[in-house]
């Protein structure tokens, strides 16, 4: 097989091979004017955005839209989407790195296109940039810079949540050209844009603007390589300067010779310039060495990250660096991989002299197999390709021990750029650009291009998930469709089927925004996970099923979140009837509310008719509160609510909550009529204020505490005799002891007594104790220290043995008179 020349188009610029490679032919409509268009691409070799140049006349054309508008199309000429604008003159168009357009309008207003069909987001620059106006744009992967029309700089370093910022005061005078050098590329990591004002460059980021100290300019063009490394500058005289980006060093010097000035400078990569006028190309090397293009017809200049697009009515051609593999295997010496991809030709030829140019190169066989498949990946052709490849097959096949793995990835690699470079895709990637790119982000652009078919292809091939394609498929179809809810949700679930990971949610958003709330619905039953499904409910004021889906989930966060919503949009009223109806979520909100809102808690039980429950939850309030008075009206609305109550444990509450009132006043008047150092009677118990006022000396007051509150005579009797034991009230025990019966009984006294250490008074109630058994009687006889009484006990009941245990626990006069008792009671012989 026999090749064209591989190396026909190079042009030696310096000591560097440059080329330009025909990507596509007869891209555009014949009726297009590229001349009065503004062309912006998008990085990696993406869509192109056509907006026409209102400055210009253009020739009338009979089937022209009249609306004015942005076209975005392929590389390869293929309108991907129109979108309509009509919010005033463009002064910045540009694309970020992952493909969404930016356009900024005259008066600081700018939409972020995603998807490159029309959708967007909607900000504006704020700074005064609707009085000063926008003079034109600089954009960079992730953001851009605006210039004013009063030279007011403003940045934007995000697509997703744009913050406007003002950069550093712009020197005084005419700005000629301006370019600036992305955040990654400065030392402050903040975006630093130069300015051409005077005979000087002046560097302005957030905080200062500093005067490089340059003194030939004017200068016409400023722009700053991919890497941040390089500026280049274009004199009033035609020169192009390359320096260092910080202007320490100047590297090349290049005089155009023009008499008018390009249109505009751009990078070629990091290693060349290239200078563009409306049908003119110097491409400008280092060392100051230039090659020059012409063409019929105007060419725009789209740069990339490792060299530039050509576009024109009828071409979209691709300018380079030759990569260095291909230099070195396409290059006229006798070295290894020369040798190895030319002896494919020998080898089909069925040449002996390819096995000896496989022996000559054997040392060196491993780098040149590796150079060929490098190589392979640069190249667009693809015969050359595969005789890359073949080259690179033959070699290693000769080699004991090598690795393959290079080899069958570049396969896959080639196999997945030329599918994207096909003329009806129109992404015509390098190598370098796939790199960068990622297949992930390719996938996304084919989807954005509804190339859905190539896009699950590919990802089979690549190994990706294809959920987020078929999502995107049936969003477009939902809202493409033109059929009854019904069968349009039957073909999207149908196709689905069986499919993994499949979001619901999102096709169901994308029927929503459509105005197709009830196919949204019927969407989301097909949604597995209640929280994607809930979000979406609440924003179709779907209320009702959006909770009944958070509680068939059980997770209460999820049911949370749905009744904070509900609660701040329902009436109250309606609130209550929602939630009562689904006991769960009525336990949530109650459970929720006695912790954080005891006031939508109390409103929850009035709307339930549940004045128990209220009444106890104001009782909880006031047992809160420090003013009597306070607590006091907290009962009183306690009470009140049970007033009216059917529930018959009300009365019972209510009669509490009433004694509850009458108990505090009356332990209020007791801390301002008493003033000993016993402490406050507030908050005491019924006994326990009789208590603290029989030890304090108030019997009376307690007496009528007693009577106020019906204390039994039982209970009242125990407390009185515990707080006279406590008080040391002896007398009054006695008193007490005068009475013929005790409620109580009369052992209590004896042992509330004795356990105060008053035997003499104790004993006095052990006769009284007249239920008891002697041998009980004797016991309290003994604890008081009387062994005599004990006896008399002993011997009134005829209990000898008694009374001899009793001779050994006596002393002194006490022995002989038990012994006497002990005679009375032994047998006489």
Known sequence: MTLANPRAGWEKIGPEFYRKIPLYQNIFDEDLDLSSYHVAGAPFSGALALWRDTTKVTRYRTNAISKTGIDVYS????????????????????????????????????????????DFHPFSLGHGAEDAGVVNCRFWSHGFVALLGNNTLVAVSSFDEPRPRLLSAAPEGDIHAWSLIPPAHTLSRSVEVLLAVGST?????????????????????????????????????????????????????????????????????????????????????????????????IVHVVPDIDGVRLITSQSCEFLHKVPDESEEVFKLVDAPAPVLFDSIELLEKRSPKADESMQRIKANLPEAVETCIRAAGQEFDHALQKQLLRAASFGKSVL??????????????????????????????????????????????????????????????????????????ASQKVKGAGGDDDSVREVVVERLKGKYGI????????????????????????????????????????????????????????????????????????????????????????????NQDKELLKDMYYQDDRPVEGSD???????????????????????RLLTDAKDPNAVIHAKSLAEATVLLKMQEAFDKEITDSSGSYVGLSVN??????????????????QSEFKVAEKTWWWVRLRALVAARL????EE??????????????????????????????????????????????????????????????????????????????????????????????
């Open 730 to 733: 002896w007398g009054e025990i």
């Open 201 to 297: 460059v002046y560097v302005v980021d957030v905080s200062e603007a500093e005067d490089r100290g340059l003194s030939d300019g004017p200068f016409k063009h400023v722009s700053v390589s991919p890497n941040g490394r390089f500026a280049v500058l274009f004199t009033d005289d035609g020169k192009v300067w390359v320096v260092g980006s910080d202007f320490q060093n100047k590297y090349s010097e290049y005089d155009s010779k023009a008499k008018t000035r390009p249109n505009n400078i751009y990078w070629c990569g990091n290693d060349s310039v290239v200078l563009a006028w409306e049908d003119e190309i110097h491409v400008v090397g280092p060392e100051g060495a230039a090659a020059k293009y012409y063409y019929d017809d």
């Open 75 to 118: 590389c390869s000429g293929k309108l991907i989407s129109r979108i309509n604008w009509d919010k005033g003159a463009i002064k910045g168009l540009g694309w970020s790195e992952d493909e969404r357009l930016l356009v900024i309008a005259e008066d600081g207003t700018f939409h972020v296109y995603f998807g490159l069909h029309g």
């Open 688 to 705: 326990e204020t009789m208590f603290r006022l029989i030890r304090s000396g108030y019997s009376k007051r307690a007496g009528r505490v």
């Open 400 to 473: 004991d021990l090598y690795s393959s793995d290079e080899f069958v990835e570049m396969c896959e690699t080639l196999r997945v750029l030329n599918a994207v470079r096909d003329y009806q895709v129109g992404l015509p990637l390098t190598l370098a650009q796939y790199s960068q790119l990622r297949p992930d982000r390719l996938i996304t652009r084919l989807i954005h291009r509804r190339e859905y078919l190539l896009a699950i292809k590919l990802s089979e091939f690549l190994r990706l998930p294809l959920n987020k394609i078929y999502v995107h498929w």
């Open 503 to 594: 979001s619901f949610e999102a096709i169901a958003r994308a029927a929503y925004d459509e105005g197709r709330g009830n196919l949204a619905t019927l969407l989301l039953n097909h949604e597995p996970r209640a929280g994607k499904q809930v979000p979406l409910l609440l924003n179709m004021e779907e209320d009702e099923v959006a909770l009944d889906k958070a509680i068939e989930s059980g997770d209460s966060d999820l049911i949370m979140f749905v009744l904070l919503h509900l609660k701040q949009k329902l009436p109250l009223a309606t609130f209550f009837r929602t939630v009562n109806a689904r006991p769960q979520a009525a336990a949530l909100v109650e459970s929720s509310a006695h």
């Open 617 to 639: 939850v104001l009782l909880e309030e006031a047992m809160q509160q420090t003013q009597v008075q306070a607590v006091i009206d907290k009962l009183k609305l306690a009470s």
């Open 736 to 829: 007490l002891g005068k009475n013929r019966k005790s409620p109580i009984g009369w052992e209590p006294f004896y042992n509330e007594v004795l356990g105060a250490g008053n035997t003499r008074l104790a004993s006095s109630f052990i006769p009284k104790c007249t239920h008891l058994k002697p041998a009980e009687r004797i016991e309290m006889w003994i604890k008081c220290g009387l062994v005599n009484k004990a006896g008399e006990e002993a011997l009134a009941a005829k209990d000898l043995d008694t009374l001899e245990t009793l001779r050994d626990k006596a002393t002194g006069a006490q022995v002989a008179e038990i012994e006497r008792m002990i005679s009375k009671l032994r047998p006489r012989r």
